[in-house]
């Protein structure tokens, strides 16, 4: 079966957040659409937001049920979910969701992941290893290191070069090697999974006004322009260091395909400021296609029915899509 007509395996997230309800709403904004996706995870969580949800004993059964209910391959949850209230008894249960899911794309049975919010503080309590979905997917798909983050909404792409680390640390981990390698994942993915023939990127600076000539910070020089050099002379189209203040307008946005920032905050500031609702964050770098909602668990509205489903659904929408591109190539 083509990639892009397999379901899609759409992990729980966590159980206390917003993903049981942005499942719901998801679901009832696509099934009568023609993407389909199943929720690993528990059946009788997502039943609380009105909807209507059939457990399944494979992932194959989801295209006869998905247009009147919401297939749910059953993982059991540890601990009663109580909406607000992460419990870490639940880290089990939220890792072998994901673990599942990229299990099925793997084997060819899901055509991508989707994974609804996590709470990285409620696993690193029970023990989880990763700082996030990204590190674990890239350990999952034995690539560990090659994962890199893209976030992305009809306006912007944004990729952070350092990912989930502190901000002194991502100085100390900001190599040209590293410029290099995420930049060269980021070109090859643009073309293979969205069907940009030929990338145009545009490489942040790192400091006020890009460095101002070494004035204010050498790291542009030293760091960032000879991976810019080494990048360009692979045949990629790479301008910059642009100065982060004002590379994200309108006009400069419209300039680029993608933006490769140096830091976490640096490129999600800019993508959640401009559309946080339709925004959705992508791992690049592993055989299987993986997106996600740009925003978190929302612990302080969850259960409330006030969540926005809007970026799980462009989330599960770009997965799709990725999954086309990437079946034409
Ligand atoms: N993909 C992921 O798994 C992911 C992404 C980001 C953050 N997180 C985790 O989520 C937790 C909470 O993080 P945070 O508070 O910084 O960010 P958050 O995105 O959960 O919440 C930020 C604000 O946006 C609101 N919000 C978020 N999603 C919304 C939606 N769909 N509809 C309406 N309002 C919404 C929240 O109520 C809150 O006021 C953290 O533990 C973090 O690790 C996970
Ligand atoms: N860094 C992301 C954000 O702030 O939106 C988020 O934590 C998701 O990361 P993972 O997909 O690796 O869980």
Redesign the pocket.
């Known amino acids: 079966m083509a990639e892009e007509s397999r379901p899609l395996a759409l992990t729980m997230g966590d159980p206390a957040g917003i993903g049981p309800e942005i499942t719901a709403g998801a679901w009832r904004s696509l099934h009568e659409s023609s993407l389909r996706f199943a929720v690993l995870g528990d059946a009788a969580l997502i039943a609380r937001s009105g909807v209507p949800v059939r457990e399944i004993d494979t992932i194959g059964q989801t295209a006869d049920v998905f247009a009147h209910a919401v297939p749910v391959l059953p993982i059991p949850l540890a601990a009663p979910a109580i909406a607000g209230e992460p419990d870490s008894r639940n880290a089990g249960a939220i890792t072998t969701s994901i673990a599942r899911a990229v299990e099925l794309a793997r084997n060819g049975q899901a055509g991508a992941v989707v994974?609804n919010p996590?709470s990285?503080i409620v696993l690193k309590k029970a023990g989880f290893a990763y700082p996030?979905?990204?590190?674990y997917l890239a350990a999952l798909c034995n690539v560990p290191g090659r994962e890199v983050?893209m976030?992305a909404c009809p306006e912007l792409r944004v990729v952070p070069i350092t990912?989930?680390v502190g901000l002194r640390r991502a100085l100390d981990e900001l190599t040209t090697e590293g410029i290099m390698t995420a930049t060269r994942t980021t070109h090859a993915a643009l073309i293979r999974d969205f069907g940009i023939a030929a990338p145009r990127i545009a490489m942040a600076g790192l400091n006020p006004h890009a460095g101002e000539d070494g004035s204010m910070g050498t790291e542009e020089q030293t760091i960032i322009i000879p991976a810019m050099k080494t990048l360009r002379a692979e045949g990629m189209d790479i301008t910059g260091p642009w100065p982060p203040d004002t590379m994200f307008t309108p006009p400069a946005r419209a300039r680029y395909d993608v933006a490769m920032c140096m830091y976490?905050d640096q490129a999600?500031i800019p993508l959640k400021t401009i559309d946080m609702a339709n925004g959705v964050?992508t791992?690049l770098g592993l055989p299987i296609i993986r997106t996600?909602p740009?925003?978190?668990t929302a612990f302080d509205i969850a259960g409330r029915g006030v969540a926005d489903p809007a970026s799980l659904v462009a989330a599960l929408d770009m997965a799709r899509q990725m999954a086309q591109h990437r079946n034409q190539t």
């Open positions: 994974t996590i990285k996030g979905h990204t590190e983050m976030l990912i989930h976490h999600l964050n791992t996600s740009d925003h978190g």
